[in-house]
């Protein structure tokens, strides 16, 4: 029997999904409202520990509405972690305003929190501080929120939290998504559960909730002609990906569990790396287990091996400072988000990957540390 691919996060679905799928698909609720998608909403806003949920067409667009709501507009500045993926970045250029890319701590690989603090001082100081502050919980571990809040309240700036990677995950107890002005959620086809393609604004602020919901549906005002008084979005969820996503919801833990116990596999065989390391601050969701090799060598050695033996693995972000499209923004530090790209390694953590599949990640790992 010869062996498939094995991929970095592919999307985990079962009968349960298909069930409700197919009973949203009969029910002739096919288009961007329904009951699937109020009820989906309702879920996520409770398992995260808010009181408004806004489903969306992607992570981005939530992170886009997120910032409409903090009030960034052109010519502002709005503080971005800089290892991240590009799509944290860009909502900020949506609206005409400029990141500014500030580095990693080495203890979690997420934003760091006395950079933050600094920049912020001596901004503060120059008087233009930035519209917004966003934090990303990078590979489904959170940022440290009660320095960041610390920090963004001293100085009256809204925190806006990132939380793609991250549902299911905890800091201090409280659920990833539930800081700041608003989190943002994604339901890409790689994350830990899946709509196929969605994302959802959640937040305790029913202004941000009712200008969310209001944007995305192409700012029409509630008369019975189309009538807008601003410009609007395309970026409600359909009540179709809606039923999938109740579903994905329902399967959450065991999903998370699959996942810690692949951490811990790879924890527990391979010696010859560095793994993300873990803060004592919380709980992450293990989206994905991700490594450092000893230099880029050894790296691209890795990469390597396991492409050649039909496994998906992937470099970690490559931090935006360096990325060519953003080359003229300021940058805070630097030198840990291009340390972790030049070193680090994701490797596959899907939630229905299987013990043989384990054991060929671990097999080429140490193939290629062995050669």
């Not at 993926?85 to 005409?96: E, H």
């Not at 490797?347 to 540390?369: F, I, M, Q, T």
Request: glycine share 8%.
């Amino acid at each position: 029997m010869t062996d498939t691919r094995i991929w970095l996060s592919p999307p985990d679905v079962s009968d349960l999904e298909r069930k409700l799928l197919l009973k949203a698909f009969d029910s002739n609720w096919v288009a961007p409202v329904g009951p699937d998608l109020d009820a989906f909403e309702a879920q996520v806003a409770e398992l995260v520990g808010v009181r408004h949920a806004v489903a969306l067409s992607s992570g981005t667009a939530a992170l886009h509405l997120a910032l409409i709501g903090a009030g960034v507009r052109r010519g502002d500045t709005v503080l971005v972690p800089s290892f991240t993926f590009a799509a944290t970045a860009n909502a900020v250029v949506y609206l005409g305003a400029r990141p500014v890319f500030v580095d990693s701590t080495p203890e979690s690989w997420n934003i760091d929190p006395d950079l933050v603090a600094e920049e912020l001082r001596v901004r503060a100081e120059q008087g233009r501080l930035p519209r917004a502050v966003i934090a990303v919980d990078m590979y489904g571990q959170c940022a440290d929120y009660d320095r960041l809040l610390a920090a963004c309240d001293r100085y009256g700036v809204p925190l806006i939290e990132d939380a793609a990677e991250a549902l299911g995950a905890t800091y201090r107890d409280r659920p990833a998504g539930s800081f700041g002005l608003a989190g943002v959620l994604s339901f890409n086809g790689n994350k830990i559960i899946t709509t196929g393609g969605g994302g959802m604004l959640v937040t305790d602020d029913g202004r941000i909730a009712k200008q969310a919901r209001h944007l995305s549906t192409q700012a029409r005002e509630p008369v019975p002609h189309y009538e807008h008084r601003t410009i609007g979005y395309n970026y409600r969820l359909s009540n179709l990906l809606a039923a999938v996503g109740r579903g994905q919801v329902q399967r959450l833990p065991e999903m998370i569990a699959a996942r810690t116990a692949t951490f811990e596999y790879y924890r527990a065989e391979l010696s010859g790396v560095e793994f993300m390391p873990i803060a004592g601050y919380g709980t992450p969701n293990h989206w994905l287990t991700c490594v450092l090799a000893s230099d880029e060598k050894q790296r691209d050695r890795i990469l390597g091996v396991l492409n050649g033996r039909d496994i998906e693995a992937r470099p970690a972000w490559k931090p935006m400072h360096l990325q060519p499209v953003f080359q003229d923004c300021v940058m805070r530090g630097g030198e840990v988000a291009a340390d972790v790209f030049r070193r680090g390694v994701c490797l596959p953590s899907g939630s229905a990957l299987s013990e043989h599949d384990r054991s060929r990640v671990v097999d080429a790992v140490r193939a290629a540390l062995e050669a």
